[in-house]
Nanobody, 124 residues
Framework: QVQLVESGGGLVQAGGSLRLSCAAS???????MGWFRQAPGKEREFVTA????????DYADSVKSRFTISRDNVKNTVYLQMNSLKPEDTAVYYC??????????????????WGQGTQDTVSS
């Protein structure tokens, strides 16, 4: 069983930055860690993901060059650094994980474990 505990986020003005953390319990080898977000009335969408073992990552086009995912193997924590935030980035952000050996999935249904979600609001 894997538990994911998120922290960080909050309210920020457009152009500002936020950092989210996702602390994972248990062994994380071969795990893929992802961040998704869901705005009111919209489907949950892929933001970024990272392969725990290699650090390889992938991003949605809408956040490339603005968001950075990273992981700390000692703390068993994944981070999402969000810069140059826009009002359209406002959403509940979720950390998620699945065990796999090929690629980095953008499909939320491939992820087995989810954090509780954290509300991030970007004001204009």
């Amino acid at each position: 069983q894997v538990q994911l505990v998120e922290s960080g986020g909050g309210l920020v003005q457009a152009g500002g930055s936020l950092r989210l953390s996702c602390a994972a319990s248990g062994r994380t080898r071969n795990w893929r860690m992802g961040w998704f977000r869901q705005a009111p009335g919209k489907e949950r969408e892929f933001v970024t993901a990272i392969r725990w073992s290699s650090g390889n990552s992938d991003y949605a086009d809408s956040v490339k060059s603005r968001f950075t995912i990273s992981r700390d193997n000692v703390k068993n924590t994944v981070y999402l650094q969000m810069n140059s935030l826009k009002p359209e980035d406002t959403a509940v952000y979720y950390c998620a994980a699945y065990s796999g050996f090929v690629g980095l999935s953008h499909n939320p249904y491939d992820y087995d474990y989810w954090g509780q979600g954290t509300q991030d609001t970007v004001s204009s």
